[in-house]
Protein backbone atom coordinates (compact mmCIF):
# COMPACT_ATOMS: atom_id res chain seq x y z
CA UNK A 1 0.00 0.00 0.00
CA UNK A 2 1.32 3.64 -1.12
CA UNK A 3 1.44 6.12 1.31
CA UNK A 4 -0.77 8.33 -0.70
CA UNK A 5 -3.69 5.79 -0.37
CA UNK A 6 -2.86 5.29 3.12
CA UNK A 7 -3.00 8.87 3.73
CA UNK A 8 -6.35 9.16 1.36
CA UNK A 9 -8.20 6.45 3.53
CA UNK A 10 -6.92 8.10 6.57
CA UNK A 11 -8.50 11.30 5.76
CA UNK A 12 -11.77 10.09 4.36
CA UNK A 13 -11.70 8.23 8.09
CA UNK A 14 -11.43 11.42 9.66
CA UNK A 15 -13.85 13.35 7.53
CA UNK A 16 -16.29 10.32 8.03
CA UNK A 17 -15.75 10.48 12.14
CA UNK A 18 -16.19 14.11 12.06
CA UNK A 19 -19.21 14.00 10.28
CA UNK A 20 -20.61 11.19 12.56
CA UNK A 21 -19.29 13.47 15.85
CA UNK A 22 -20.87 16.32 14.67
CA UNK A 23 -24.33 15.19 14.04
CA UNK A 24 -24.16 13.21 17.04
CA UNK A 25 -23.21 16.43 19.58
CA UNK A 26 -23.17 19.19 17.83
CA UNK A 27 -25.88 19.49 15.54
CA UNK A 28 -29.53 20.41 15.76
CA UNK A 29 -30.41 16.18 16.19
CA UNK A 30 -27.93 16.04 18.64
CA UNK A 31 -29.77 17.58 21.13
CA UNK A 32 -31.88 15.24 23.94
CA UNK A 33 -33.88 15.94 26.77
CA UNK A 34 -31.05 15.23 29.30
CA UNK A 35 -30.00 19.03 27.74
CA UNK A 36 -33.11 20.97 29.18
CA UNK A 37 -33.66 18.94 32.47
CA UNK A 38 -32.83 22.43 34.13
CA UNK A 39 -34.27 25.14 31.95
CA UNK A 40 -36.56 27.61 32.81
CA UNK A 41 -39.55 28.12 32.47
CA UNK A 42 -40.56 24.86 32.98
CA UNK A 43 -43.24 23.66 30.04
CA UNK A 44 -46.13 21.79 30.99
CA UNK A 45 -48.17 20.63 28.06
CA UNK A 46 -51.24 20.75 29.68
CA UNK A 47 -51.07 24.11 30.90
CA UNK A 48 -48.89 26.03 27.92
CA UNK A 49 -50.83 24.17 25.01
CA UNK A 50 -54.37 24.69 25.91
CA UNK A 51 -57.01 26.38 24.12
CA UNK A 52 -57.35 28.25 20.82
CA UNK A 53 -53.68 28.70 19.59
CA UNK A 54 -52.08 30.58 16.88
CA UNK A 55 -49.16 29.10 14.90
CA UNK A 56 -47.20 31.38 12.44
CA UNK A 57 -44.33 29.69 10.53
CA UNK A 58 -42.19 29.42 7.88
CA UNK A 59 -41.10 26.43 6.05
CA UNK A 60 -36.86 26.57 4.15
CA UNK A 61 -35.93 23.65 1.50
CA UNK A 62 -32.93 21.57 1.40
CA UNK A 63 -30.64 24.49 0.24
CA UNK A 64 -32.08 26.54 3.33
CA UNK A 65 -34.27 29.15 1.52
CA UNK A 66 -37.75 29.72 2.09
CA UNK A 67 -40.05 28.13 0.32
CA UNK A 68 -43.30 28.68 2.08
CA UNK A 69 -45.16 30.71 5.39
CA UNK A 70 -47.98 29.96 6.67
CA UNK A 71 -50.43 30.43 9.88
CA UNK A 72 -52.68 27.98 11.49
CA UNK A 73 -55.23 27.64 14.04
CA UNK A 74 -54.86 25.20 16.72
CA UNK A 75 -57.65 24.32 19.05
CA UNK A 76 -56.36 22.11 22.26
CA UNK A 77 -57.83 20.11 24.79
CA UNK A 78 -56.88 17.95 27.86
CA UNK A 79 -58.51 15.18 29.80
CA UNK A 80 -55.87 14.46 32.16
CA UNK A 81 -53.11 13.09 30.42
CA UNK A 82 -54.77 13.14 27.01
CA UNK A 83 -54.52 15.83 24.45
CA UNK A 84 -56.63 16.52 21.78
CA UNK A 85 -54.85 19.04 19.22
CA UNK A 86 -56.81 20.04 16.20
CA UNK A 87 -54.79 22.20 13.01
CA UNK A 88 -55.99 24.36 10.87
CA UNK A 89 -52.80 25.99 8.09
CA UNK A 90 -53.53 28.19 5.57
CA UNK A 91 -50.28 28.31 3.58
CA UNK A 92 -49.32 31.85 1.18
CA UNK A 93 -49.95 29.90 -2.40
CA UNK A 94 -53.89 29.24 -0.65
CA UNK A 95 -54.02 25.62 0.38
CA UNK A 96 -55.23 24.67 3.32
CA UNK A 97 -54.51 21.68 5.56
CA UNK A 98 -56.04 19.85 8.57
CA UNK A 99 -54.56 17.49 11.04
CA UNK A 100 -55.42 16.31 14.39
CA UNK A 101 -53.19 15.02 16.92
CA UNK A 102 -53.86 12.68 20.06
CA UNK A 103 -51.25 12.96 22.71
CA UNK A 104 -50.60 10.46 26.00
CA UNK A 105 -48.63 12.00 28.19
CA UNK A 106 -47.32 9.77 30.75
CA UNK A 107 -46.17 10.90 34.31
CA UNK A 108 -42.29 11.04 33.67
CA UNK A 109 -42.81 13.44 30.96
CA UNK A 110 -42.71 10.80 27.55
CA UNK A 111 -45.36 10.64 25.38
CA UNK A 112 -46.92 9.07 22.46
CA UNK A 113 -48.63 10.67 19.58
CA UNK A 114 -50.47 9.59 16.54
CA UNK A 115 -52.21 11.44 13.78
CA UNK A 116 -53.82 10.42 10.29
CA UNK A 117 -50.05 11.26 8.50
CA UNK A 118 -47.79 9.91 10.83
CA UNK A 119 -47.48 5.94 10.53
CA UNK A 120 -47.29 4.42 13.62
CA UNK A 121 -46.48 6.44 16.14
CA UNK A 122 -44.61 9.89 17.51
CA UNK A 123 -42.71 9.89 20.71
CA UNK A 124 -41.04 12.48 22.64
CA UNK A 125 -40.11 14.06 26.07
CA UNK A 126 -40.70 17.64 28.06
CA UNK A 127 -37.94 17.85 29.67
CA UNK A 128 -37.59 21.48 31.43
CA UNK A 129 -38.62 24.58 28.97
CA UNK A 130 -38.52 22.26 25.60
CA UNK A 131 -40.77 19.53 24.30
CA UNK A 132 -38.54 16.96 21.48
CA UNK A 133 -40.49 14.85 19.57
CA UNK A 134 -39.53 12.23 16.68
CA UNK A 135 -42.04 10.97 14.25
CA UNK A 136 -42.72 9.49 10.83
CA UNK A 137 -44.63 11.54 8.59
CA UNK A 138 -46.15 11.23 5.42
CA UNK A 139 -46.69 14.19 2.31
CA UNK A 140 -49.44 14.51 0.76
CA UNK A 141 -49.68 13.18 -2.76
CA UNK A 142 -49.52 16.56 -4.23
CA UNK A 143 -46.36 16.85 -2.23
CA UNK A 144 -45.19 13.42 -3.57
CA UNK A 145 -46.02 11.30 -1.03
CA UNK A 146 -43.00 10.34 1.01
CA UNK A 147 -42.70 9.41 4.19
CA UNK A 148 -40.38 11.79 6.35
CA UNK A 149 -38.68 11.76 9.39
CA UNK A 150 -39.07 14.36 11.25
CA UNK A 151 -37.63 16.18 14.39
CA UNK A 152 -39.79 18.67 16.29
CA UNK A 153 -38.61 20.85 19.28
CA UNK A 154 -40.85 23.44 20.80
CA UNK A 155 -39.01 25.68 23.34
CA UNK A 156 -41.23 27.80 25.65
CA UNK A 157 -40.27 31.74 25.90
CA UNK A 158 -40.70 33.51 29.34
CA UNK A 159 -43.96 35.17 28.15
CA UNK A 160 -45.33 31.74 27.56
CA UNK A 161 -45.01 31.90 23.64
CA UNK A 162 -43.72 28.55 22.28
CA UNK A 163 -40.77 28.74 19.63
CA UNK A 164 -40.75 25.91 17.71
CA UNK A 165 -38.18 24.10 15.33
CA UNK A 166 -38.29 21.08 13.08
CA UNK A 167 -36.28 19.19 10.61
CA UNK A 168 -37.25 16.71 8.18
CA UNK A 169 -35.22 13.77 6.73
CA UNK A 170 -35.47 11.45 4.32
CA UNK A 171 -32.46 9.07 4.20
CA UNK A 172 -30.92 11.19 6.31
CA UNK A 173 -30.26 13.90 4.32
CA UNK A 174 -32.41 17.25 5.39
CA UNK A 175 -35.21 18.29 2.78
CA UNK A 176 -36.73 21.05 4.90
CA UNK A 177 -36.80 23.10 7.87
CA UNK A 178 -39.43 24.53 9.70
CA UNK A 179 -39.38 27.23 11.91
CA UNK A 180 -42.58 29.03 14.00
CA UNK A 181 -44.11 30.29 16.88
CA UNK A 182 -47.33 29.30 18.79
CA UNK A 183 -49.24 31.55 21.58
CA UNK A 184 -52.86 31.68 23.17
CA UNK A 185 -55.10 32.90 20.31
CA UNK A 186 -56.65 36.33 20.96
CA UNK A 187 -60.17 35.93 22.31
CA UNK A 188 -61.04 39.54 22.43
Not at 173 to 187: H, N, P, Q, S, Y
Amino acid sequence: MSDAFFYFCLGMALVIITVFVRARFADFRGQSAEDYVDAHPHFDMRQHLLGPMVCEGVIFGPLGRMTSTFVADFNVSWDGNTGHIAEEFRYDDGSTQNRAWTIELNDDGSFKALADDVPGEGKGNVSGSAVLFRYPITLPQDAGGFTLNAFDCMYLAPNGTVVNRSQFRKFGFKVAELVATIRKADTA
